[in-house]
């Protein structure tokens, strides 16, 4: 069975072609510059190939179209034809309160993700043009959307009920959703796997630390509390999102710079977090440990900040849970940064974790990276959004 997974954003879209049985990957890619010029790059994992074209796209349908074309490519492609496509999974960031797991795309579907559009503002509307774009390229063919949100919305209401006057909750559905939900399903299913106990006897906090980074507390494998809020600008510090800020700062310099919400909004998403911290360094983790061992201490100070917030939340949602039992390490910093889970987890012993140093030199595997007189289980377990996102797409269309 053969299962395309998308993932649109506003001028660029991702694919993977996969078995959503074997997770085997027949092509994956990526389409940059829409509605500029237009890139593809094109892999093919099982004999190494990669190709690099420039195509025209000035929407999303030629995006589609070229990916369509290199797919059945007799030179580059993995297929005969585009009928040997059995379903297209998308992956979708805003499902608001409507969606609480994945579903079949069909016009009610698509009028609930318009819906949400002011909730994901910068998302949705890409993730629609994908959807659209599919349904014109290959019409007929059955489509699921697969949500970001949709894990968490297991969060008891004082998890997910911020503090304020409750007409912004009724009336304009204001509350945390968090985000990176299909990243936590996968990883915390494959925890309770590896744990080899009930779902109902373990308490678990997965920290998906990637470019954007999200912690999450699950018992009885349901999401009970998560890091980001009603946008992914919440949580811990990030590559360049700040993480949790008093609203005043932002009132702040907004008053003072003469700067519109949306102006300070885009400097707290895109020019804060580690970049920020790291006066201007990099947002990438590499860079700032590379800089923080030649003694840059704005690199040092941005790594420290970033590993003791994830710490706090891990206190915090131990706390929340009522105790903890496995603690799971995923996404490019998660599964990669060696030096910065040893940081996250130093001082943790107190909460019953000890890293053991020679397991924990892992990078990009499975493995358990605790010491074996460690009550709690520490892993590292990468993430693989697209091949959950295939999954569900089978399953919902029955393949
Ligand atoms: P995204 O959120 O875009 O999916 P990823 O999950 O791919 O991001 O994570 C990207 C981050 O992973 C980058 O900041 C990169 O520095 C970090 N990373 C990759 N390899 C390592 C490594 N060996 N050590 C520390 N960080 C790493």
């Not at 014109?136 to 489509?143: L, N």
Request: net charge negative.
């Amino acid at each position: 069975m053969k299962i395309l997974v998308i993932n649109a954003g506003s001028s660029s879209l991702k694919y993977q072609l996969m078995d959503p049985t074997s997770g085997e990957v027949f092509a994956k890619g990526l389409c940059e510059r829409i509605y500029i010029d237009g890139k593809l790059t094109h892999k093919v994992p099982a004999t190494g190939l990669k190709v690099e074209r420039d195509i025209p796209m000035p929407t999303h349908s030629e995006a589609i179209e070229a990916v369509l074309s290199i797919l059945v490519d007799p030179e580059y492609g993995v297929l005969k034809s585009t009928d040997e496509i059995d379903a297209i999974g998308h992956r979708v960031l805003h499902g608001g309160d409507k969606f609480v797991e994945s579903c079949i795309i069909d016009e009610a579907c698509k009028q609930a993700i318009r819906d949400c559009i002011p909730l994901g503002p910068l998302h949705n509307p890409a993730n629609l043009m994908g959807i659209e774009a599919c349904e014109k390229v290959m019409p007929g063919k059955p489509q699921v959307a697969v949500f970001d949100t949709a894990f968490h919305m297991t969060m008891p209401p004082k998890a997910y009920r911020y503090a304020i006057p409750t007409k912004y909750y009724e009336e304009d559905h204001l509350r945390r959703y968090g985000f990176h939900g299909t990243s936590h399903r996968y990883v915390s299913k494959r925890a309770i796997e590896l744990m080899g106990k009930p779902a109902s006897e373990l308490k678990i906090v997965v920290c998906h630390l990637g470019n954007g980074s999200s912690l999450s507390a699950v018992a009885d494998g349901k999401c009970q509390d998560t890091s980001m809020g009603l946008s992914p600008l919440a949580g811990v510090p990030m590559a360049t999102r700040a993480g949790d800020i008093d609203t005043c700062v932002a009132q702040f310099i907004m008053n003072k710079y003469n700067m519109t919400a949306d102006e300070c909004l885009t400097m707290l998403n895109k020019k804060s977090g580690v970049l920020a911290l790291s006066n201007g360094v990099s947002s990438d983790f590499r860079d700032l440990e590379a800089g923080a061992n030649k003694g840059d201490e704005a690199c040092q100070l941005a790594l420290d900040k970033f590993c003791y917030e994830v710490r706090k939340y891990i206190g915090a949602y131990a706390a929340a849970l009522g105790g903890l039992d496995c603690l799971v390490f995923t996404a490019g910093v998660g599964e990669n940064g060696c030096t910065n889970r040893a940081a996250i987890c130093e001082g943790l012993e107190f909460l019953g974790v000890k890293l053991d140093p020679e397991r924990n030199k892992v990078r990009g595997e499975e493995a358990l990276i605790s010491a074996d007189d460690s009550r709690v289980k520490v892993w590292v377990i990468p993430t693989n959004e697209e091949l959950m996102i295939a999954q569900d797409t089978a399953a919902l269309c029955g393949k």
